[in-house]
């Protein structure tokens, strides 16, 4: 029996949601969850990046040293950014299919800041609802 834990993009909570279910995944959890991952420091990357927020974040209200600011310190490692976790019970043959789901309509073609995966032992699982314990209590 494995946890496999996936941290997503929020824009994708809704597609990783669906390829679970498609998957035939039982169950799940979900939660908003603040995080930093390996730091960027390809311009090629970043550069793109910066010029799109600040086109959203200069407006009326937000002058441009003020929105400049903004981005970088979302940019560089002084900010945390918003985040999904899942999280799933599963049985071991299982895991591959289900990593291989949530992979797939997570990957961008920035090639960055799309998630991570992990896979952990579980020793024993209860379902409250009927005492079932085991493999049997996850799924």
Known sequence: ???????????????????????????????????????????????PCKEKLLAMAIDDINEVEEAEQEVTSFLDDSRFFPRRLFTILAHDEDVPRIVEA?????????????????????????????GESGDAAIW
């Not at 979900?30 to 550069?47: F, H, N, P, S, W």
């Not at 920035?110 to 020793?123: A, E, N, S």
């Open 102 to 130: 949530i992979t797939k309509v997570n990957i961008t073609e920035r090639k960055v800041g799309d998630g991570i995966i992990l896979v952990l032992p579980v020793d024993d699982a209860v379902r409250v609802r009927t």
């Open 1 to 47: 029996m494995k946890e496999i834990m996936a941290i997503v993009r929020m824009k994708k909570t809704g597609v990783t949601k669906r390829a679970l279910v498609e998957t035939g995944v039982a169950g799940f959890t979900a939660l908003k969850v603040l995080g930093r991952g390996k730091l960027v420091e390809d311009t090629a990357v970043i550069e």
